[in-house]
């Protein structure tokens, strides 16, 4: 377990030498929601300066938790306390108030605005939007002192997803508060990003702030931790350290059976190309060039890898395929088919499925049911339609058997989208993609956010996809998923290729320099 210098990080109390009260105490929280319990007589204890774990599925009732925390729900029964002190957190504005910071899953930003204005949303007096010299002042000093680099000046909607989280980082940081808690945190950041984030926890836990920590990964789980909280159906299901515990351990009591937590792909020949993008030269939303020159194969069979930091062009290329963006120049072939001028409906045509990286902009209508989103490809073919006619009994047959095939977590299939977890939500549009007849699938971020379960079984239908002969762009920013799956990483930097190499050639460390930048014939800056 991590060490910790200083008394109130340990804990204690400067002044008296007793032990200091828990920054956090939620207890006997219970919270129903039509058909299903999330919470049910939860305790949640917080020390000063210590990282605190939320661990569990998609479902498993850490959201819930911790948006009672942050005022976004009312608890049914249960208390919560900060240091000592009953609170009624009743809105975020009271969660401010108290000193509590969230960093949401789902990016609580205004599109239109700065990062600078998203931060001084809620301020009062001269910091208001009326004066934001102070603000965009202030906020330069924290993003440097964190190392959280970014554009006060950008608008939200031009930013990357790895950016707006940076941006939901530090609007926290600049309100300073006491008990601090993210929401997958590091899901679209690279290894030396990560060290870099947990450096900057580290200095937040030893001024004695507390940290709430959701995570599915369970190498930082183990790395960052001091306690661990396991939920599991709504209820705590174990409390340990990872001095006291596996990585197998926790997944095992996550899932509640062993799960496996590596993966042997299995080598096969390739087929013919299905996929060629060729000399693509695409526009970002800021008129700089997201894409240039920018080339590649996939091939029958075959799992293509593109790796890299969030904002460089990933974005933009899976959008260029699909038809969601124009490209300036190049060609895009699939199955030896030029599309000339690429549209989400001719593109599909060709045999193509795509899972976007932002499920709730471009993967899901959050207004409608399970249903609904899970029927948006398939509506107009037989059995679903019939002279005209939608056949119910048909479509629901359908999607009950992809709730089970892809263990989405639903009440019904009738349950508004928007009511389901993030990693629910994540399952639905891959339960729609992979079940169609598609020849190719370009896949962006598609364990992002989900528990390690349904990540295990995402892993799995991608290898049978590529078993059955599928061509597959894999667009991930955790560079373990893209390295175990892929059979050749192409690194993206600025929109460029920096290399094409077979699995077997694309170590940790090759790879994570090239994804700063560096090229393989030029040495790294000492």
Known sequence: MNQHDGTTAAGVSP???????????MRGITKRFPGVIANSDVDLVVQPGHVHTLLGENGAGKSTLVKILYGLYRPDEGTVRIQGEQIDVTSPADAIRHGIGMIHQHFMLVPTLTVAENVALGLHGRRGLADMGPVRRRLVEVSEQHGLEIDPDAYIWQ????????????????????????????????????????????????????????SHKLAEVMEISDEITVLRDGRVVGRTTPAETTREGLASMMVGREVRLGRDVPPQPAG?????????????????????????????????????????????????????????????????????????????????AFVPEERM??????????????????????????????????????????????AVKTPSIATQT???????????????????DAEVLIVAQPTRGI??????????????????????LLISEDLDEAMQLSDRIVVLFQGRAMCDLPRAEATTDRVGLLMTGVSEDEPAAV
């Open 15 to 25: 002044s008296s030498g007793a032990p200091a009260a828990p920054m956090l105490e």
């Open 159 to 214: 930013l990357a997803v790895g950016e707006r989280q940076r941006a939901e980082i530090l609007k926290a940081l600049y309100r300073e508060a006491r008990l601090l808690v993210l929401d997958e945190p590091t899901a679209v950041l690279t290894p030396p990003e990560v060290t870099d984030l947990f450096a900057t926890l580290r200095s937040l836990t030893n001024e004695g702030r507390g940290l709430i920590f959701i």
């Open 272 to 352: 013919d190309d299905l996929l060629v993008v060729d000399s693509l030269r695409v526009q970002g939303d800021r008129g700089n060039a997201a894409l240039e020159d920018f080339s590649v194969r996939v091939a029958s069979g075959e799992i293509v890898g593109i790796a890299g930091v969030s904002g460089n062009g990933q974005r933009e290329l899976a959008e260029a395929i699909f038809g969601l963006r124009p490209a300036e120049s190049g060609a895009i072939e699939v199955g030896g088919v030029p599309i000339d001028t690429p549209s989400p409906k001719r593109v599909r045509r060709r045999g193509v």
């Open 361 to 406: 902009r471009h993967g899901a209508v959050g207004e409608l049911t399970v249903s609904e989103n899970l029927m948006l490809v398939e509506y107009e073919q037989r059995p679903y339609v019939r002279a005209g006619l939608l056949q119910f009994r048909a479509i629901a047959e359908r999607c009950r058997d992809l709730v089970q095939r892809f």
């Open 418 to 436: 928007s009511h389901l977890s993030g990693g629910n939500i994540q399952k639905v549009v891959i339960a729609r993609e992979f079940s169609s």
């Open 451 to 472: 528990d390690i379960g349904a990540a295990e079984y995402v892993h799995e239908r991608l290898l049978a996809k590529r078993a059955a002969g599928a061509a597959i």
